[in-house]
């Protein structure tokens, strides 16, 4: 299947901000959904955004200060982070799916490895 590789997690301090990118071995982002989520250290997995042909969706705790993209001619989304918090501290998942954007986790059959987000100062 598609592999996928999260990369541009790091340390940053809080207020700052980071950009993560998912890269895809295929050229599948033009038919395909693309979802960031992020598991938090003893917490659940927890929906981030998705974006698709249908538009692009946020949980409520980084809407405003997270933004969803791609670019299919690189087979590449991202995930710009800008604001971070202390509770933004988690590993980073992206994931696809065929058909549009979904929040829930299930709904993806394709997932990256991860990639360590840690907000502190």
């Known amino acids: 299947q598609v592999q996928l590789v999260e990369s541009g997690g790091g340390l940053v301090q809080p207020g700052g901000s980071l950009r993560l990118s998912c890269a895809a071995s295929e050229r599948i982002f033009s038919n395909y959904a693309l979802g960031w989520f992020r598991q938090g250290p003893g917490k659940e997995r927890e929906f981030v955004a998705t974006i698709g042909w249908n538009g692009a969706y946020y949980a409520n705790s980084v809407q405003g200060r997270f933004t969803i993209s791609r670019d299919n001619a690189e087979n590449t989304g991202f995930l710009q982070m800008n604001n971070l918090k202390p509770e933004d501290t988690a590993v980073y998942y992206c994931?696809?799916?065929?058909?549009?954007?979904?929040?829930?986790?299930?709904?993806?059959?394709?997932w990256g490895q991860g990639t360590q987000v840690t907000v502190s100062s």
């Open positions: 994931a696809t799916r065929p058909g549009t954007a979904s929040r829930r986790p299930e709904d993806y059959n394709n």
